[in-house]
């Protein structure tokens, strides 16, 4: 089709840049807006061959796992990089938000990813649960992967404004930016075209605290915690805590010696909740109703900011990271991916491995490379190249076995005046 070749590909001459953490069909909606036409529309009679692909996508989500195709065919026409536009859909943040997306290993899956360590606990004191067709974050209902979604009122009331992907999934209960608490969105959009707009509510500081961690890593891909200020973990590593987290306060606590249970008594009483919420039948944080994740991820926030106050100590290494340094405790019978790892926490030799790959790159300029080019290959502006080399550099890797973006053959990267 000589129509697709790049060098006759005319990009659309109108398309905003996207916004950080926007969903891909809020910038295609803000795209289309500007033509007055659909999302459908736009795509159909302006993706080329790709347009062919353009209905079966769009019924079954933009925002979850779109064609290579289509978001390359939109690349072309709006310049922005295809690995910048996955990570505006679900599948672009595998495996940092999921190992995989296909919930049929559920239990294996649910295991590594919640199970397989612990912060607040002690290691393997939560046991072990039956999961059926899970993954994390996310439902598993024939509806789709999506919760109830919820909007910020004061963005909402900025119509040129996007939204982000994570806005349907439970991650965060606020808006950093305004410090309110997220609203469900059917009354958020009434009452802005009533001219009645809901009221927005203040979130506690211990919310906006645990959200902006969240915000930071799935913006910036890494985050500092209170426990390690020298050196950001990875977006990765946080969603997996966030979940873990998450688990520990709703487990039973007729499961957990008395140092357990005492910490998380101390949590639940300080958010003025039941304890777990008043869960009667444990269920993963996934399967439960709105109100009761809202809880949960409350609690979460106040068992972050009483660990790093020093008024609960975690009971795993891992869970040291959320403390100051001056409160770390001494617990020798565990392993995570900065010790040794033990061979039956398949987590922490995933992290291992990865430790393990920084240290050869330290005087292996080919393994520095490789790992250079995996971290930029997100990039788009070279701004955000050099942040990534720099990044590897403050980990010890030598400038000179990372070559810059020119030697890189990086020449799509933009300059931040033309970003
Ligand atoms: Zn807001």
Redesign the pocket.
């Known amino acids: 089709m000589t129509a697709d070749r790049p060098d006759r590909i005319r990009r659309w001459p109108v398309h905003p840049v996207p916004e950080p953490g926007e969903a891909l069909t809020s910038w295609l909606t803000r795209i289309a807006d500007r033509y007055d036409m659909s999302v459908s529309l736009l795509l159909r009679h302006n993706l080329g061959a790709a347009s062919m692909l353009v209905e079966a996508a769009v019924a079954a989500d933009l925002d979850f796992d779109p064609p290579l195709a289509l978001l390359q065919a939109i690349s072309e026409r709006t310049g922005n990089a295809v690995a910048d536009l996955r990570l505006m859909t679900i599948a672009g943040w595998v495996p940092w938000l999921a190992d995989c997306l296909d919930p049929a290993d559920g239990q294996q899956m649910f295991d590594n990813y919640v199970r397989s360590d612990s912060a607040l606990l002690l290691p393997a004191e939560a046991g072990t649960n039956v999961v059926t067709r899970w993954r994390p974050w996310l439902s598993t209902h024939d509806k789709g992967w999506r919760t109830a979604q919820r909007l ?5 009331r900025q119509p040129e404004r996007g939204t982000a992907l994570f806005t349907a999934v439970p991650v965060m209960l606020s ?4 410090g ?1 608490l997220l609203e469900p969105a059917a009354p958020v959009r009434v009452g802005l075209a009533l001219k009645e707009p809901v009221a ?1 509510r203040p979130a506690t500081d211990a919310v906006i605290a645990l959200d902006t961690l969240t915000w930071t890593a799935l913006t910036t891909g890494e985050v500092l915690l209170p426990g390690r200020p020298e050196r950001p973990v990875h977006a990765g590593l946080w969603l997996r805590m966030l979940r873990m987290l998450l688990d520990e306060v709703s487990i039973s606590t007729s499961r957990l010696g008395i140092r357990s249970t005492a910490i998380v008594e101390r949590i639940w009483n300080t958010t003025g909740q039941p304890i777990r919420a008043g869960l009667a039948v444990w269920k993963p944080y996934e399967r439960l109703d709105t109100a009761r994740q809202q809880a949960m991820l409350e609690a979460v926030a106040t068992a972050v900011h009483l660990a790093e106050a020093g008024a609960i100590t975690p009971g795993s290494t891992l869970g040291e990271l959320l403390t100051r340094p001056r409160h770390r405790s001494v617990y020798d019978g565990d392993v995570h991916w900065w010790s040794t790892p033990g061979p039956t926490d398949p987590w922490s030799q995933f992290w291992q491995d990865a430790e393990n790959v920084v240290t050869a790159a330290r005087s292996d300029p080919g393994t520095a490379r490789w790992l250079l080019e995996l971290f930029t290959r997100r990039c788009k502006t070279l701004t955000h190249f050099n942040l990534e080399r720099a990044f590897l550099m403050n980990n010890g890797i030598p400038a000179a076995y990372l070559p810059g973006a020119y030697e890189l053959g990086r020449s799509d990267l933009l300059r931040d005046d033309q970003a």
Do not use: Q, Y
């Open positions: 910020c009122p004061a963005c909402a808006c950093i930016e305004h309110c927005a």
